[in-house]
């Protein structure tokens, strides 16, 4: 007969324990598929006040949500989703007439730059990325696993540095 008292014993609980906690960043899925919720729906007058008011509770994927192997198609989704996250602070710290309009350049502009990704690796390329001008952003705004850009229940974004790579264009918006 094994007791689990020994040294073995503890190990097994200490794993078990350190896998199935939290640590104050985004949970995985699973052992083995980190999903990404995606894509991000686009800003509109409607989800503009939950981008700017509850980003403190979306999740952020950091390096430590992903498994050491494979999903690569989510860790590029993942790191989308923190891109665009991060601009839209800068955009919700604009006069309230900017703010749908940086937005909205900010989500082109992360799922843009998510495309050049996309056709840089020798995975599959998400499809909408396959599409051309309005064609690539009506069908990026589909299918939306959350388009009021709503909170996760108990769970606190950490603290991620700004992204690079956004700059809001005024001129670009009709006033």
């Known amino acids: 007969m094994t007791s689990t008292g020994g040294p073995i014993g503890f190990l097994m609980i200490a794993l078990i324990v350190l896998l199935g906690s939290d640590q104050g960043e985004t949970k995985r899925s699973s052992m083995t598929n980190a999903d990404v919720p995606f894509p991000p729906a686009a800003p509109t007058s409607q989800n503009l006040g939950a981008i700017c008011q ?9 390096s430590s949500f992903f498994s050491g192997s494979g999903g690569s198609h989510f860790r590029s989704r993942g790191k989308a989703i923190n891109r665009l996250e991060s601009w839209y602070t800068l955009c919700c710290g604009k006069p309230e007439a900017q703010k749908l309009c940086c ?8 799922l843009s730059q998510f495309c050049v990704e996309q056709f840089s690796t020798k995975t599959m390329v998400y499809e909408c990325c396959e599409y051309k001008g309005d064609a690539r952003w009506s069908c990026f705004n589909s299918e939306l696993p959350n388009p009021d850009y709503s909170c996760v229940p108990g769970y606190t974004a950490p603290n991620v540095p700004s992204e690079p790579g956004f700059t809001f264009n005024q001129g670009a918006c009709q006033m």
């Not at 509850?54 to 950091?62: D, I, Q, T, V």
């Not at 937005?103 to 992360?110: C, I, L, P, R, S």
């Open 54 to 62: 509850k980003g403190h509770c979306r999740p952020r994927y950091l």
């Open 103 to 110: 937005a909205q350049q900010a989500w082109k502009t992360a």
